[in-house]
């Protein structure tokens, strides 16, 4: 098994979701981003939820237009109440966030590049 870095944060899994009782179907399965129903390009990581006293997990999935909306709006948020960020220059989950919010800009990495 690989050690992860402390610091390493994964954004993405950081974004709250919708509930997935209150998503359509695709969107509940990961075929689909969860806030547009647009083609989902990044896993949000697997989510626990329960129904009916029993606890289930789920793989929500979102466009990149959608993650950088999500994250400029949870970065917003994070930055007010974070002690790292409003003493110092951020803490890791900021960073982390300050990425996914900016890659809407950037373009679209393809596999082998």
């Known amino acids: 098994m690989t050690a992860v870095h ?19 179907p695709e969107q509940a399965a990961g075929r689909a981003c969860v ?6 390009t990044i896993g949000l990581g697997t989510r626990l939820t329960t129904r009916l006293s029993a606890a289930n997990s789920w793989a929500p999935r979102t466009c990149q237009p959608c993650a950088a909306r999500e994250a400029r709006r949870v970065l917003t948020i994070h930055v007010r109440s974070c002690y790292r ?29």
């Open 6 to 24: 402390p610091g390493y944060v994964r954004a993405p899994e950081l974004l709250p979701v919708p509930r997935p009782d209150q998503l359509h």
């Open 35 to 40: 806030w547009c129903e647009g083609e989902p």
């Open 85 to 113: 960020c409003c003493v110092r220059d951020g803490c890791a989950d900021a960073r982390a966030l300050r990425r996914l919010a900016d890659s809407r800009s950037r373009p679209e990495r393809r596999p082998g590049r």
